[in-house]
């Protein structure tokens, strides 16, 4: 083995599209090292998992020499055995995208994963790239510690010049800009995704440029330019990360639900909606909140069914937190009682149940446990 190894593991991770993945691809392939990228939801199993770190490193003949249902110990023997014939001459990297997911996988497995160099005693950097922070990944049984690296969300002028790069061709690139400039005036306080953002800036182009085609206006009139796009943009707010439908089809698909039922249903049909970490709780919480009785509180969340206390947490005059108001933007949330209530505002939680259940899923909350209609 080589004098001097690198670290040992690196925890890379941010929150989606914030260039975690394309940074470190870019990385090693310029600098010519060697890597192996696994991507952690196509692993369906731990013998995939083992194929797929090692055909990369070293060649198409390496996975033969794993049984058909390889331990961890039999990953670490063959990954001995090949290195002893190729030794490595610079560090080798294993990159393990979506590595919040190795938590669901066996227990053994994510330890190994963070100190493999010393299990394998080869210069090997393993780097895992996650949407979570450390503290959240953590195992409970302790682990050894990575080097953290932190991808900061965009800024709203690093999103304008990223998406007015995307400039439409029949259009000079200062429309395309003021255009993005538009959209971001609108949708950035509820959506900073780059991959969502782009997706809505290629969806409503055609509605904002509509006054050009038609002979109305010029280009450097953006202001009416503005105004006809304003009233669009503020009814596509009730579509971001619902990439199954377009503003306009969600517009209609509202108008016939009007129609039939006599009042808008929500998204509570939509199994698809992604929704920040956090903000999954609160959703949660209020689900819990509006059907639970008041009187059950004290069962499910004090272990000594202590007294609770009748406190209002938002003092008075103080606006509701920002996810809130992104939650009832998608209807997720509807606010209850009168308009003039602006000092204790009171939101229902306007969800399924099915949709409740898929989103307590995926940050592995045991949401029946606390429903008073399953006891």
Not at 1 to 16: K, L, N, V
Not at 31 to 59: D, I, K, R, W
Not at 259 to 285: C, D, N, Q, T, W
Not at 334 to 353: E, F, M, R, T
Request: net charge neutral; aromatic share 10%.
């Amino acid at each position: 083995m080589m004098e001097q190894c690198s670290y040992p593991s690196i925890f890379i991770y941010g929150h989606r599209a914030t260039g975690k993945s394309h940074v470190i691809h870019t990385l090693l392939k310029e600098l010519e090292l060697p890597y192996a990228t696994v991507s952690c939801v196509e692993c369906v199993s731990v013998g995939l998992l083992f194929e797929q770190v090692l055909l990369p490193l070293f060649g198409s003949d390496s996975a033969s020499l794993l049984s058909r249902s390889p331990s961890l110990s039999d990953f670490v023997r063959v990954y001995k055995q090949l290195c002893v014939q190729a030794s490595a001459k610079q560090t080798r990297y294993i990159v393990l995208d979506r590595a919040e997911l190795l938590r669901d996988m066996e227990a053994n497995l994510l330890p190994a994963f963070l100190r493999l160099q010393e299990l394998v005693e080869d210069n090997v950097t393993v780097i895992l790239l996650s949407e979570i922070v450390w503290d959240k990944f953590r195992p409970n049984t302790g682990c050894f510690e990575p080097l953290l690296l932190h991808f900061p969300d965009y800024s709203k002028g690093e999103l304008q010049q990223i998406l007015s790069e995307d400039s439409h061709p029949s259009y000079s690139p200062e429309l395309y800009s003021a255009f993005i400039n538009i959209l971001l005036g609108v949708f950035y306080s509820v959506c900073r995704d780059l991959r969502e953002l782009r997706h809505l800036a290629a969806l409503n182009f055609s509605k904002f440029i509509e006054p050009l085609e038609q002979g109305k206006v010029k280009e450097s009139d953006t202001h009416k330019l503005w105004r006809n796009i304003e009233p669009h943009l503020k009814k596509a707010m009730q579509t971001v990360y619902l990439r199954e439908v377009s503003s306009v089809q969600w517009e209609q698909q509202l108008q016939m639900e009007e129609k039939e039922a006599g009042a808008v249903r929500g998204l509570s049909a939509h199994a698809h909606v992604e929704l920040p970490y956090y903000s999954k709780f609160l959703l949660i919480a209020a689900y819990l909140a509006s059907y639970n009785p008041a009187r059950t509180d004290k069962r499910f969340f004090l272990k000594h069914h202590g007294k609770i206390k009748n406190t209002n947490f938002l003092k008075k005059n103080e606006k509701p937190p920002p996810q809130i108001s992104s939650l009832g933007t998608l209807q997720l949330l509807n606010q209850v009682g009168h308009d003039d209530q602006l000092d204790a505002p009171k939101y229902k939680c306007a969800v399924s149940l099915d949709f409740i259940l898929a989103i307590s899923r995926t940050v592995s909350f045991d949401m029946v446990k606390y429903l008073y209609d399953f006891l």
